[in-house]
């Protein structure tokens, strides 16, 4: 393996294959630096007092954790200044983020969940930032519409996972690499190039406990994999849930499997829990240049055409062979 910093590895990328221009190469090392300063406040948790609620709630609804204020903070702070952004969008905050005018904007949009799966920070376990980037429609001031561009339009997405280690696995169009924080040096090390999803898989990821709400092709999927070998796969499977979406898909592309997040009876009125902008899109995005597959159930992912920034989607990606076992389900019921 290679050796070579995340900048080494983006300036030989652009150089070779002259496929990172200049202002995108700035982009992902301000995201990284961020990422960084993402690790080292988790790290301290509980002795820096950024554990626990900040009191407030986020356009979701949902209560935020003081280290999702914080994370979405250092992700603002990071690339308001450096000229290539024309506006971000959040998780965190109702309305697209507009460059102030004190600086120059860019051609890009940046887009990211601060800080995914922050519902398991104060029970210390793994969680991620996520991020998407665009290109901004020409003319546009990169308002709400400008962002309302499918996934297959994104020309890079990635994820930072603060686990054992704090890994940044990026996907700029020619497949999937991970880069390992060296924390005496404070850089990030390319440790795994091209990362391949293997195609078939006997491990399963959905929280069991909506088991209720599921829909019938959902439900016949995951009977078949309890029936194991008693079963028509005839093998047995396994399954693991960490309610952190970072960190389950990171463990699929690592070693297979499938993440399901289905529409269900709670959540087929808002269309789906997980969001498509700044959740689902980039994943699947990283899922696919790993050579998984990714949808709804009904459709691909990437080829959704959004209508609003925080727009839920049912998700069900990870190796190939399933996620299109389960969306030839879909069609079955349909049928
Ligand atoms: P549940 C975290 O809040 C998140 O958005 C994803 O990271 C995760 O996969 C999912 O929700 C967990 O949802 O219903 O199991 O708590």
């Avoid at 652009?14 to 200049?22: E, G, L, M, S, V």
């Avoid at 961020?34 to 790290?43: H, L, R, V, Y």
């Avoid at 995914?116 to 901004?136: A, E, M, P, Q």
């Avoid at 700044?278 to 992912?301: D, F, L």
Wanted: glycine share 10%.
């Amino acid at each position: 393996m290679r050796s070579i910093s995340l900048s080494r590895f983006l300036i030989e990328e652009q150089r070779d294959k002259n496929q990172i221009p200049a202002d995108l190469r700035l982009l992902i090392e301000v995201v990284a630096r961020a990422c960084k300063a993402i690790a080292i406040a988790i790290g301290k948790g509980g002795i820096a007092g950024v554990l626990g609620s900040a009191g407030s709630d986020n356009v979701q609804g949902e209560v935020q954790k003081k280290l999702d204020v914080i994370s979405n903070e250092y992700l603002l702070e990071a690339n308001e200044w450096g000229g290539h952004l024309a506006a971000m969008a959040s998780e965190e905050m109702e309305l697209p983020h507009a460059i102030p005018n004190r600086y120059p904007k860019g051609e890009y949009l940046l887009l990211f969940d601060p800080l995914d799966g922050s519902s398991n920070i104060d029970v210390n376990i793994s969680v991620g930032t996520i991020f998407s980037v665009l290109r901004c429609p020409e003319g546009s001031s990169g308002d709400e519409a400008a962002f309302l561009q499918p996934g297959t339009r994104q020309v890079c997405a990635g994820y930072a996972v603060y686990g054992p280690t704090t890994l940044l696995v990026l996907a700029l169009g020619d497949g999937v690499n991970v880069f390992t924080l060296n924390r005496e040096l404070g850089s990030f090390v390319l440790t795994q190039e091209n990362l391949r999803i293997p195609e078939e898989t006997r491990e399963f990821a959905i929280n069991a406990s909506n088991i209720r709400h599921w829909e019938a092709p959902v439900r016949r999927y995951v009977d078949e994999l309890l029936a194991g070998t008693t079963g028509p796969r005839g093998e047995d499977f396994n399954m693991r849930w960490v309610a952190s979406m970072v960190a389950d898909v990171h463990r699929i592309l690592s070693r297979g499997g499938i993440f399901m997040y289905p529409l269900d009876a709670k959540t087929v009125d808002q269309g789906g829990k997980l969001r498509l902008m700044y959740e689902a899109n980039p994943m699947a995005y990283i899922v696919e240049q790993a050579g998984g597959a990714a949808t709804t159930g009904r459709a691909r992912i990437l080829d959704i055409q959004p209508t609003h920034l925080h727009q839920r989607v049912p998700v069900i990606m990870g190796s190939k062979s399933e996620v299109l076992r389960v969306t030839r389900y879909h069609t079955e019921s349909a049928a």
